[in-house]
């Protein structure tokens, strides 16, 4: 069953094939000022619905992650980013998703503030 997430305001939606069973937990400067929880799919598995041409980008440290934001509410939905293997990714923030039990999460510790 497909999950639909989307920004506060619903100008960017999109939706991804199933809810994961884990999603990870950075402590980078910005994954936890954000407070994502984050599941990573590849970039053919993810249909964005609407609003991929209101996003805006942030990118920062190694800009190899381009962070999609919604300009009117300021929500980020969803990351664009490359495998270790080169083959693009979506990075999809669960919190954005609609009408899910987020406590069923596996969640994984990632610390990112040592990359």
Not at 31 to 43: D, E, V, Y
């Amino acid at each position: 069953m497909t999950v639909t997430a989307s920004c506060h305001c619903g100008d960017v939606r999109l939706t991804i094939p199933a809810m994961p069973a884990e999603a990870m937990s950075c402590n980078c400067s910005h994954c936890f000022r954000k407070g994502f929880l984050l599941a990573f799919f590849p970039a053919d598995q993810v249909q964005i619905e609407s609003g991929a041409d209101k996003v805006s980008t942030y990118s920062f440290n190694k800009h190899v992650i381009q962070h999609r934001f919604c300009p009117t509410c300021g929500v980020q939905v969803y990351a664009d980013g490359k495998m270790p293997d080169g083959s693009p990714t979506v990075a999809v923030n669960l919190r954005c998703a609609e009408d899910q039990d987020l406590s069923a999460l596996k969640i994984k510790e990632v610390d990112g503030r040592s990359f």
